[in-house]
């Protein structure tokens, strides 16, 4: 077999492809400039730089906060808040902590209306997996002595944990 064929073979499959599901890390490789493909106007790739960055929710959850803050800088009127401090604009995001880290701002958070439920989600799973509700604080104290002993002593060992609140959605 010639090795031109493979090229051809892949060149003629990229032509007809019209939605592209590559590994990300893959995309530099095929669509480097050294090989010479591109994609058409009709094509697209399921991926793009930094993806994560919107797609895991601990760092969705950061960015929407730096961007809160930076609105706030600027003195736009997305930044606006009512009589209570909450964003009149920017409110399509529930109260959300990163645990353990602010673990002591959602103990405040909690106190302030204790019948509340909430939603607690590892960071980095999907399609459901680990995910529970909350409504006491001693359920948090209980998640966190139920992880594998090594990790509990280890901060930086421990799964960070996305808390989110729902209270006008539950």
Not at 31 to 37: H, I, K, N, P, R
Not at 49 to 72: C, Q
Request: some cysteine; aromatic content about 12%.
């Amino acid at each position: 077999m010639d090795p031109g064929d493979g090229q051809r073979r892949l060149e003629l499959l990229l032509a007809r492809l019209h939605f592209i599901l590559i590994k990300f890390g893959t995309i530099h490789t095929v669509f480097s400039v050294d090989t010479g493909y591109r994609l058409s106007d009709d094509q697209m790739v399921n991926h793009f730089p930094n993806h994560y960055e919107l797609t895991r929710k601990d760092l969705m959850i950061k960015n929407i906060k730096r961007y809160r803050k930076e609105l706030e800088k600027e003195a736009s009127p997305l930044a606006e808040k009512d009589k209570n401090g909450k964003y009149l604009y920017l409110d399509f995001v529930p109260v959300t902590f990163m645990l353990p880290a602010d673990y002591n701002l959602f103990v405040e958070e909690f106190r302030k209306s204790p019948s509340s439920t909430w939603i607690m989600k590892p960071c980095g799973k999907a399609h459901g997996k680990g995910i529970f509700l909350i409504n006491k604080l001693s359920q948090v104290k209980k998640w966190s002595h139920q992880r594998a002993p090594h990790q509990r002593g280890h901060p930086e060992a421990r799964p960070p944990l996305f808390m989110a609140h729902f209270a006008p959605f539950i």
